[in-house]
Every structure is written in structure tokens, then in C-alpha cells.
């Protein structure tokens, strides 16, 4: 099992830019996808973007554009990047490792004014 550990959420302003960081224990990393879901309030978790052991990258249609993932292998680290952000955004972040299918405890992210 692969523990993952995420940072960075927070209260934000609409427009705002917060950057989410997800720390996974182990030696493997480099050769993992990582993914960030989010869920909000009353609604199902939904995929925001994955990166690939390879740098691939994927996002949902409602963040291309604003949101950028990325990771630091050297740091066992992967990024979310969240730029022009609005309500909708508002939910509990998770980083998620396909390959061992581990989930972290979630960040809470709030837009409002």
C-alpha cells in the first residue's frame, strides 16, 4: 500500500490560484499514474486530471485551461495547479495511485468571497 498525503487546500477567493501537493511514501513512484478526483457536497467523486509515469497528462473538460498536474519524482511529489478558480470548484481533493489503487485523506478546497 501506498500512502499518500495531500496539502495546499484552503479558502479562496473567486479568481484565486491554489496550488495542491500530494507526498506518496515509497521507491516506486516514478513508475506510477496519479491522479486528482474531487468531490463535492451532494455529488459523486469525478476525475480532475491524471499524469502518467511518462508525463502524459489528462483533465476533465471543466478545468482545461486552469488547472495544470504535474509531478516531482525526485520529491515522490505530484502538483495540482488551480488557477481562475470558481465556486464550482469548492469540494474535498483526493490523490489517487492507479496502480495500487490507494487514496489520500482528501483536502478541502473553498472559492467563495
Known amino acids: 500500500q501506498v500512502a499518500l498525503v495531500e496539502s495546499g487546500g484552503g479558502l479562496v477567493q473567486p479568481g484565486g490560484s491554489l496550488r495542491l501537493s500530494c507526498a506518496a511514501s515509497g521507491s516506486l513512484f516514478r513508475l506510477y499514474t496519479m491522479g486528482w478526483y474531487r468531490q463535492a457536497p451532494g455529488k459523486q467523486r469525478e476525475l480532475v486530471a491524471h499524469?502518467?509515469?511518462?508525463?502524459?497528462?489528462n483533465y476533465a473538460d471543466s478545468v482545461k485551461g486552469r488547472f495544470t498536474i504535474s509531478r516531482d519524482n525526485a520529491k515522490n511529489t505530484v502538483y495540482l495547479q488551480m488557477n481562475s478558480l470558481t465556486p464550482e470548484d469548492t469540494a474535498v481533493y483526493y490523490c489517487?495511485?492507479?496502480?495500487?489503487?490507494?487514496w489520500g485523506q482528501g483536502t478541502q478546497v473553498i472559492v467563495s468571497s
Open positions: 499524469i502518467t509515469s511518462g508525463g502524459i497528462t
Open positions: 489517487h495511485n492507479l496502480l495500487t489503487n490507494s
